[in-house]
């Protein structure tokens, strides 16, 4: 729902996410696609649309840092078999569904590329705001490079739905960078160490030369994106720090050196712990294979412990998933897990203002301020107080609003 003058929110108790102050009976007014005023008394401009929220809390959308929106199976060889036009299709529900979550902005970590982050924009398709990547890119044999071990031919394309590049040498990760790039890529993802879905690395494999990485973030800086990298051991993570990456997707089995290197560098984490925990108990359902299924059990544990000491010790974190095919619908699970590590209020500024942040994006998403987009969640309830309101969008989320358009409502 929109209006032409705007729409008013009266009666909103307002989630402030960086002090963590809840600010009742507060007024905002809306226009276009921008909070442009907060009042403390009642607002009434001409022709605006008004909404009395009754106390509810009001709260900025949510961002994840890591998701795979074309990720329709957990069987990655045949989705690369797949239509792109199927997956597309089957690619506007999973989109749809963050929305019914409260998710507003989303970066894809692979697969997604400007024809999908085009069609939301144009809203041919319903979803949040989508920041992508093309395909992420790999070495032979790597994380991105879904060929079983007989299998020998290589064929790849820009179009097909698959969410790896596999490419070998300096000139060859240079041409595949500036070909995502061109394609209008937010941000350049890399495959720096081994990682569960893929049939023939090890986790605790380090991936790319060093000569291949400073290659891909030359690219990047030269068109002002960063480079995000999975990246699982404490060496693997460390020397993509080194290299220049901004950002570490899971990292489970960081150590404290890693510690002190994130902060050195300035460099973020992005934890995926909801996707392990759906992968054990869902996983073959899903689609994956067994044997890959089981390579879960490397990262699993692992993974709140990187989470405590990465917190403890000052490094920046963001919220990310990484869930695949029917296991999306756990996206919210994240919250109560890391919930065991972080207050509430941290969780929910990793999901907010960090990600905003990481997102380069921190002067226009993640807070309930003037001036920002109008990409607000209305939360029935008290979520600093109980996180798991926040888990629990059928009982509790009673609005979803991106760039100042409704696009979810309950009474």
Same mark, same amino acid.
């Given at each position: 729902?929109?209006?032409?003058? !705007?729409? *008013?929110?009266?009666?909103?108790?307002?989630?402030? *996410?960086?002090?963590?102050?809840?600010?009742?009976?507060?007024?905002?007014?809306?226009?276009?696609?921008?909070?442009?005023?907060?009042?403390?008394?009642?607002?009434?401009?001409?022709?605006?649309?008004?909404?009395?929220?009754?106390?509810?809390?009001?709260?900025?959308?949510?961002?994840?840092?890591?998701?795979?929106?074309?990720?329709?199976?957990?069987?990655?060889?045949?989705?690369?078999?797949?239509?792109?036009?199927?997956?597309?299709?089957?690619?506007?529900?999973?989109?749809?569904?963050?929305?019914?979550?409260?998710?507003?902005?989303?970066?894809?970590?692979?697969?997604?590329?400007?024809?999908?982050?085009?069609?939301?924009?144009?809203?041919?398709?319903?979803?949040?705001?989508?920041?992508?990547?093309?395909?992420?890119?790999?070495?032979?044999?790597?994380?991105?490079?879904?060929?079983?071990?007989?299998?020998?031919?290589?064929?790849?394309?820009?179009?097909?739905?698959?969410?790896?590049?596999?490419?070998?040498?300096?000139?060859?990760?240079?041409?595949?960078?500036?070909?995502?790039?061109?394609?209008?890529?937010?941000?350049?993802?890399?495959?720096?160490?081994?990682?569960?879905?893929?049939?023939?690395?090890?986790?605790?494999?380090?991936?790319?030369?060093?000569?291949?990485?400073?290659?891909?973030?030359?690219?990047?800086?030269?068109?002002?994106?960063? *480079?995000?990298?999975?990246?699982?051991?404490?060496?693997?993570?460390?020397?993509?720090?080194?290299?220049?990456?901004?950002?570490?997707?899971?990292?489970?089995?960081?150590?404290?050196?890693?510690?002190?290197?994130?902060?050195?560098?300035?460099?973020?984490?992005?934890?995926?712990?909801?996707?392990?925990?759906?992968?054990?108990?869902?996983?073959?359902?899903?689609?994956?294979?067994?044997?890959?299924?089981?390579?879960?059990?490397?990262?699993?544990?692992? !993974?709140?412990?990187?989470?405590?000491?990465?917190?403890?010790?000052? *490094?920046?974190?963001?919220?990310?998933?990484?869930?695949?095919?029917?296991?999306?619908?756990?996206?919210?699970?994240?919250?109560?897990?890391?919930?065991?590590?972080?207050?509430?209020?941290?969780?929910?500024?990793?999901?907010?203002?960090?990600?905003?942040?990481?997102?380069?994006?921190?002067?226009?998403?993640?807070?309930?301020?003037?001036?920002?987009?109008?990409?607000?969640?209305?939360?029935?309830?008290?979520?600093?107080?109980?996180?798991?309101?926040?888990?629990?969008?059928?009982?509790?989320?009673?609005?979803?609003?991106?760039?100042?358009?409704?696009?979810?409502?309950?009474?």
């Amino acid at each position: 729902m929109t209006s032409e003058n !705007g729409i *008013v929110l009266s009666n909103a108790t307002i989630l402030d *996410v960086v002090s963590g102050d809840r600010n009742a009976g507060r007024h905002l007014r809306i226009r276009d696609g921008k909070i442009v005023e907060i009042a403390d008394e009642p607002l009434a401009p001409e022709g605006c649309t008004e909404i009395d929220l009754g106390g509810k809390t009001v709260m900025p959308g949510l961002c994840d840092a890591h998701v795979h929106v074309i990720a329709v199976t957990a069987n990655f060889p045949a989705l690369l078999a797949m239509s792109p036009s199927y997956v597309t299709a089957q690619a506007s529900e999973v989109m749809s569904g963050m929305l019914d979550r409260g998710f507003t902005t989303v970066r894809d970590a692979g697969g997604a590329d400007w024809g999908l982050a085009s069609a939301v924009e144009e809203e041919f398709l319903e979803g949040p705001r989508l920041l992508y990547c093309g395909h992420a890119l790999s070495q032979t044999g790597g994380h991105g490079d879904m060929r079983s071990p007989g299998q020998n031919g290589l064929e790849q394309c820009f179009c097909c739905a698959g969410m790896g590049h596999v490419c070998d040498g300096v000139s060859a990760v240079r041409q595949a960078a500036r070909e995502e790039i061109r394609r209008g890529a937010t941000h350049i993802k890399i495959m720096a160490s081994g990682g569960v879905s893929s049939p023939t690395d090890r986790i605790t494999s380090t991936q790319f030369s060093d000569e291949e990485i400073l290659a891909i973030v030359e690219e990047a800086n030269a068109a002002n994106i960063p *480079v995000i990298a999975h990246a699982y051991t404490a060496r693997a993570v460390n020397r993509a720090i080194k290299l220049g990456v901004t950002s570490i997707e899971h990292g489970n089995l960081i150590d404290e050196e890693s510690v002190g290197i994130f902060k050195e560098y300035d460099a973020w984490l992005v934890p995926t712990l909801s996707t392990y925990q759906a992968l054990v108990k869902e996983g073959e359902a899903a689609g994956m294979a067994a044997d890959l299924v089981q390579k879960t059990y490397e990262v699993l544990d692992a !993974g709140i412990k990187a989470l405590e000491m990465a917190y403890w010790g000052g *490094v920046k974190i963001a919220y990310g998933t990484d869930l695949l095919g029917i296991m999306h619908r756990h996206q919210l699970n994240e919250f109560n897990i890391r919930s065991e590590v972080c207050p509430p209020i941290e969780v929910i500024r990793q999901a907010t203002i960090y990600a905003a942040d990481l997102f380069g994006m921190k002067d226009q998403i993640g807070q309930v301020s003037e001036g920002f987009l109008a990409d607000l969640i209305v939360i029935d309830g008290d979520p600093v107080e109980d996180i798991s309101i926040m888990t629990q969008p059928d009982r509790y989320l009673k609005m979803v609003m991106k760039g100042g358009k409704i696009l979810r409502q309950a009474g």
